[in-house]
């Protein structure tokens, strides 16, 4: 099984943005629910956003929405993850994980053990 790869993280200011990139094989991308999650030391791991790549419906928590934005290019089998007016308890360790299946509605879309294979993350640390 070839795990997803992400890639974009870094360190910036209290208000900056960063891009993350996720690049799945076809067969794990194709029609699945990929999604980010966040870990950040001493705290469980959450999900931030998630994507269906075959119709595009989005799904976010309330402590991102508004200021994470995920999306997708089809042709190229990777999803992003845009992060503005990035605050200090965004820092964390950044991962992308896919489901082979259409997102889950409500809070389920955010369960871990839904999703099959899981990236390496990518660290984001925002200072004050």
């Known amino acids: 099984q070839v795990q997803p790869v992400e890639s974009g993280g870094g360190s910036v200011q209290t208000g900056g943005s960063l891009r993350l990139s996720c690049a799945a094989p076809r067969d794990t991308y194709s029609s699945a629910c990929m999604a980010w999650f966040r870990q950040a030391p001493g705290k469980e791991r959450e999900g931030v956003a998630a994507?269906?790549?075959?119709?595009?419906?989005?799904y976010y928590p309330d402590s991102v929405q508004g200021r994470f934005t995920i999306s997708r290019d089809n042709a190229k089998n990777t999803v992003y993850l845009q992060m503005n007016s990035l605050r200090p308890e965004d820092t964390a360790m950044y991962y992308c994980?896919?489901?082979?299946?259409?997102?889950?509605?409500?809070?389920?879309?955010?369960?871990?053990?839904?999703?099959?294979?899981w990236g390496q993350g990518t660290q984001v640390t925002v200072s004050a």
């Open positions: 994507i269906y790549t075959a119709g595009g419906s989005t």
């Open positions: 994980a896919a489901a082979g299946t259409f997102c889950w509605s409500g809070p389920s879309w955010s369960h871990q053990d839904k999703y099959y294979t």
